[in-house]
């Protein structure tokens, strides 16, 4: 099969087609044809920083961990897919487990589900990762019905789908972010746009909870904005966070007697640990965005397989709205 790999890690590392042997389908594998992949921050932190990460694949590497395709082996035993089941995952990129930037995945069938069918290969592909992210962070920090929701970075590909599973849940839901395109993305999926460049965590605190504070607080920004979100909770408030690779004071977290959630939604592919857990959220996600209640934002620009390494670009950019999709 096709691939595209990197011979080397940094920052300047270019891409290469290659041809590879198709993998072999274990017992708990399903082989699926892959029909798009979407690149996340991860993917581009694997091939600028390589081996400094402790998950990186050994060169040749193969990444790319967001997939979806169409089933065309089973392993033994599987029952709970098809051969020609449209399916979605995020299951390879790291360490020994080949990535999806290539013409097939061997990919453990606890960590996919059936493929929303109202949605493309190209919008499925854009959901597993972010989307899982979402949803734990969300669940963690015990979303419900007529809890005030305060998302940091609700336009990114965390935050826009966390936006729209607060609502779905019946949140009241606030997002941060800058400029009128992000303000158009928060405010079309239903939530209220706050610009931090023009408002301050206590003027719009005040504004919007009356100065009590936000129950849930959903940081996809993370570093020291961390200390914005502490700022912002309520007392005895949920903080979940996606980036926390930072020294922090938490003295603010003591006062307010805040519970913090950190996401690393990487742990069952790494660890393989509770995989099922990753194909039931997927699951669940797939009702949500059949009934119409959730849908991923992808960038307009478009990219084949052989301009993965433009596809990388536009990302680190900052340039992209919305997801960023490669089509095989």
């Known amino acids: 099969m096709k691939a595209m790999v990197l011979n080397e890690y940094g920052e300047n590392a270019k891409f290469a087609p290659k041809e590879v042997e198709k993998p072999i389908v274990k017992s708990d594998q399903v082989l699926v044809k892959i029909s798009a992949s979407s690149i996340n921050t991860v993917d581009t932190m694997i091939r600028n920083m390589g081996k400094d990460l402790p998950f990186s694949p050994d060169n040749p590497a ?3 961990m967001d997939f979806a395709g169409t089933i065309e082996k089973l ?3 599987i029952t709970e897919f098809s051969i020609g089941d449209e399916v979605y995952g995020c299951a390879g990129g790291l360490a020994d487990l080949q990535g999806t930037l290539a013409e097939y995945i061997a990919a453990d069938s606890k960590l996919i589900a059936h493929k929303p069918k109202n949605l493309t290969m190209r919008e499925a592909a854009a959901l597993p990762l972010v989307g899982i992210t979402a949803y734990e962070g969300l669940m963690r920090a015990g979303i419900k019905n007529g809890l005030n929701v305060l998302v940091h970075g609700g336009a990114g590909g965390v935050g826009h789908l966390a936006v729209q599973m607060a609502k779905y849940f019946g949140a009241n839901v606030f997002a941060t972010g ?3 395109i992000q303000g158009e993305v928060v405010n079309n999926f239903g939530a ?22 936000f129950d849930i607080v959903f940081d996809t920004v993370g570093g020291k904005n961390l200390l914005n979100s502490f700022e912002a909770a309520a007392l005895n408030g949920q903080v979940s966070t996606t980036v926390s690779l ?3 004071d938490l003295n603010p977290v003591h006062f ?10 990487l742990i069952p592919m790494l660890h393989n640990l509770q995989r099922e857990k990753h194909g039931e959220i997927l699951s669940e996600i797939s009702k949500i965005v059949e009934a119409g209640d959730l849908k991923p934002f992808l960038d307009e620009q478009q990219f084949s397989l052989d301009s993965v390494g433009e596809a990388y670009s536009r990302l680190e950019s900052g340039k992209a ?5 490669v089509e095989n």
């Open 178 to 180: 800058t400029g009128e």
């Open 321 to 325: 709205i919305g997801k960023v999709v």
């Open 192 to 213: 209220t746009f706050i610009d931090f460049t023009k408002e301050g965590v206590e003027a719009y605190t005040k504004k919007y909870t009356n100065g009590s504070g």
């Open 246 to 248: 930072l020294e922090l």
């Open 62 to 64: 193969i990444l790319g």
């Open 256 to 265: 307010k007697g805040l519970s913090l959630h950190v996401v690393f939604m």
């Open 75 to 77: 392993g033994e035993g």
